[in-house]
């Protein structure tokens, strides 16, 4: 009987179980002491001055264009090659994205490319960090500089590159905003989750960055839920109409489990990462995923491997072949014009050859902390199998 290897299952322990059991039983399960604390952590584990934890990443892409009032008749630059909910996040609020494609043979927004689409009416661009690998944050400000535009917000969508590196420190201050996934396929989970960090509090001459983003994820309302249940502090305001879009505790109390553990599970990610590396580095077919480099560190994420000289129909095909031996695969990013939502809106992948191609032969390994050495040993010689057989 052949293994199952799942693709990314949660890595959950009975310390995480415990510290959800004790919220569940503390009286208090929505937004209160272990949201701010976590919050405190993240900013603390990213060396930023400031988190705030929201409910999930997409939020936290939302919020920041609410509160910096970019709206309808605004521009926001993106990359094609990423989720969804990079770019719908705009288009919530009546803004069609602008794509730039992905560099040659690379996962990441090309800098070059980007001076060219910034129009009069950009306000932000959201850069993403793919599969854990930072963007050359340094380059995209040299092109704001260039431009005369550093009035542009710029925001990292760096869902899968908590605990990743650049230039020696960790993710999370280099730009003006960055945005973190704790979803249940991620690194560290909280089931459902995310935050936002950033280190200026008065950007773009904002009073209270943090607590209008907090404002913001309590729709508005002048005092959060653990305030207004105070004796006699009913009373608040609504100062405009935001989101409802706060962690609760119950999902903070396993981050905060999650984030003692962290820096281990990294560990574990990185020897599955280079077992594969290491069985697959003298393939001529197979195109190895960034690990590091003199200013970047992944946080391994996903190991996107690419099959050289394979096309989506044989690409397709390993991946069958695979699933047959129980192992589960996966294809990190269908480039989202070649969704049916985005043609509608206009958009053709013909527009952007290089997400393309890097699409057309990415097959995703399974990658992740509970992963056994022996089982990602197995993973790699099935795969070798299996392209031999489809070549």
Known sequence: MNKKIPFSPPDI???EINAVVNVLKSGWITSGPKTAEF?????????TNHAIALANATAGLEILLQVFDIKSGDDVITTPYTYTSTASASIHWGILPTFVDVKKDDFLIDPDKLYDAIKPNTKAIYSVDFAGVPVDYDAIRE???????EDILLVSDSAHAFGATYKGKKVGNQVDAHVFSFHAVKNLTTAEGGAVTFDNNHLFGKKDLLKDLKLMSLNGQSKDALSKTQAGAWKYDVLFTGAKCNMTDINAAIGLVQLSRY???LKKRKTIFDIYTNALKDKDWAIIPFEKNDDKVTSYHLYPLRLRGFKEEKRNEVIRTLAEKNIATNVHFTPLPMFTAYKKLGYSIDDYPNAYSQYVNEITLPLYSTLLPEDAEYVAQELIKAVEKVR
């Open 263 to 265: 820096e281990n599970m």
């Open 143 to 149: 092109v704001l500089k260039a431009k005369n535009r």
């Open 39 to 47: 919050g405190e952590k993240i900013a603390e584990y990213c060396g």
């Open 13 to 15: 322990t009975e310390a």
